[in-house]
């Protein structure tokens, strides 16, 4: 018998051997009741009615430091020169 997986539920054992349970989305997380135990159909649902309430872009996640090559990149795309050429 197989089981089924379920879109961003991740589960590892901590040092004492007991399985722990995360929702992960786009590096953060929330912790949640084992499968199969009361309450957790309600948390996986919420959580995944709050993802798709509240999504933000990966441009959110990515901050390039100040000077880089990426940094100049991002500038120069966003400014007026370049949308004037665009």
């Not at 539920?9 to 992960?24: I, V």
Request: aromatic share 16%.
């Amino acid at each position: 018998m197989t089981g089924v997986r379920l879109k961003y539920l991740h589960c590892f054992r901590d040092r004492h051997g007991r399985a722990r349970y995360y929702f992960r989305y786009r590096g953060q997380q929330w912790t949640i009741p084992a499968p199969g135990t009361q309450g957790f159909a309600s948390a996986y649902d919420g959580l995944l009615a709050h993802i798709k309430a509240n999504p933000f872009s990966k441009r959110d996640n990515v901050q390039f430091m100040p000077g880089s090559l990426a940094w100049a990149i991002e500038r120069f795309l966003a400014s007026p020169l370049y949308n004037e050429r665009a």
